[in-house]
């Protein structure tokens, strides 16, 4: 395994931000396509990302989500999921939240990515 290869890690980030001056337009367009730049894989270590998205409905607001899952070649079940949230009511306020979780068995991350889901605001 490549020494730029890092497992079994979870990183959590939120973004909120606020609207004063854009229109309404502007504001739902900025944000609005996925910020997840998942590339080819990692020098053979890595398969290439594939992406899924719908809406969920968050407990007070609905929610465009991304996800995306890449394998670890070497290591047959063991994946790297990525889980791109943007609220997508708001034209005042915007939260976006990413999961990612390196080197978890498909079912532990799909457990994981879903009560990170559940518990949006």
Known sequence: ???QLSTGTI?????LLRNEKLSTAQFLKLGSTSSLALGQGNGGDITRSECHGSFVQGALHPYRVSMCVRGYS????????TLHAVQADDAQERLTSTLTLKG???QNAQRLSTQFLERLQ
């Open 104 to 106: 978890f068995a498909f």
């Open 74 to 81: 070497k290591f047959a079940g063991v994946y790297e999921v």
């Open 11 to 15: 990183s959590l980030r939120h973004n």
């Open 1 to 3: 395994m490549s020494e």
